[in-house]
């Protein structure tokens, strides 16, 4: 025969009391005398009530991931997939991500997008991916609620951010052509577009002249306009150099075409490098020698230390690194019979 279960209610009827008396003194939570707490305790082990253990209760955050639409929608792959893999983590822990498109417009005009205004009272924290103008960040920083931004920064404003070394990848890339040979080498990007670009340029400017070598302005493209649209409109220098650091995958990708339009082979007469890895970099042909910067990771970091700013939201503002590594593919000829200084593919650029 099954034993008939014992619940507060039974031991509530038993003494002629309520069950919230009976739920306090089992609790231990104040309300309920000394002598009355005691006899609670004992009938119910009496009658073989068990305790039920409480679930720890969990904090959960809602956040939300605001990106300029030219970086989201009209390039590539990478915010792309760091939204995928935040938001992927997020629900790991039961938070919830909202994703909010910032037109051009809207961050012209200083105005919120009209599902942000919606949400921004509910909302614990916020995400910015990919580069806002300054008054727009400003504007944003003056929420009541922690900001994190991944993938760029602003050296006036103190504030946590996630970013890969570009410096020092831009550095890495321009000094591998010169181990591989190459000794006229162009720059595709306008170094004021973000600080990524920027970062990328001073180090290729810094390999270049540390090596010694010539830095020519017509050896300077820049085919993308300040809205982050990809045209064809520039023109190639009538003396090409014999390779080209790219600031991005899609850059690349374009210069690319315009070089096989002209007639001129990549790698055999042109050798493309560049960074982040999206997956245009692996369907070019020839596919691209390129610096595989980690969306999983910024999406990891990012979170956490939206989780640590949560919990300490008076505490200094801080820079956070992700690692590199340079994914050698068929974009890049060899003009030298000597063996690089760095042979190893798998070469990292980490945190700090």
């Excluded at 010694?212 to 085919?223: A, D, F, M, Q």
């Excluded at 210069?255 to 982040?276: C, H």
């Excluded at 691209?288 to 970091?301: C, G, S």
């Amino acid at each position: 025969m099954t034993k008939e279960k014992v619940t507060l209610d039974k031991i509530a009827s038993k003494l002629g009391i309520t069950k919230v008396t009976v739920s306090k003194a089992l609790k231990n939570q104040p309300g309920v005398s000394e002598a009355l707490k005691k006899q609670i305790i004992e009938l119910s082990n009496q009658m073989g009530y068990v305790t039920r253990k409480e679930k720890p209760i969990q904090t959960v955050y809602k956040l939300g991931l605001i990106v300029p639409k030219r970086f989201f929608l009209e390039i590539d792959d990478f915010y792309t997939k760091i939204f995928y893999y935040l938001n992927r983590e997020c629900a790991l822990l039961h938070y919830t991500l909202n994703l909010y498109i910032l037109e051009p417009k809207e961050e012209d005009a200083l105005n919120y997008p009209l599902s942000f205004t919606q949400d921004q009272s509910e909302l614990s924290g916020l995400f910015i991916a990919g580069e806002i103008k300054s008054d727009y960040l400003k504007l944003l920083l003056n929420l009541p609620i922690p900001i994190v931004a991944i993938d760029f920064y602003k050296n006036n404003l103190r504030l946590d951010y996630i970013v890969s070394d570009n410096y020092r990848m831009g550095y890495f890339t321009t000094n591998y052509l010169v181990e591989k040979g190459h000794h006229t080498i162009g720059f595709v990007g306008n170094p004021n577009y973000t600080s990524s670009v920027m970062d990328r340029y001073c180090g290729y400017f810094r390999a270049l002249t540390q090596h010694g070598l010539e830095i020519r302005k017509e050896w300077h493209i820049v085919n993308n306009d300040e809205s982050g649209k990809y045209h064809f409109d520039f023109s190639l220098p009538d003396q090409l150099p014999s390779a080209f650091v790219c600031y991005c995958d899609m850059a690349a990708h374009i210069l690319l075409s315009k070089l096989q339009i002209n007639g001129v082979r990549v790698p055999e007469d042109v050798s493309l490098i560049s960074f982040d890895n999206t997956e245009i970099s692996q369907t070019m042909v020839p596919a691209l020698t390129t610096m595989h910067i980690d969306r999983f990771e910024f999406a990891e970091k990012a979170l956490k230390r939206m989780q640590w700013r949560l919990q300490h939201p008076d505490e200094e503002a801080q820079f956070v690194y992700v690692n590199s590594k340079l994914i050698e593919r068929d974009s890049v000829k060899s003009l030298s019979d000597s063996p690089p200084l760095i042979p190893d593919t798998d070469y990292a650029i980490g945190e700090r």
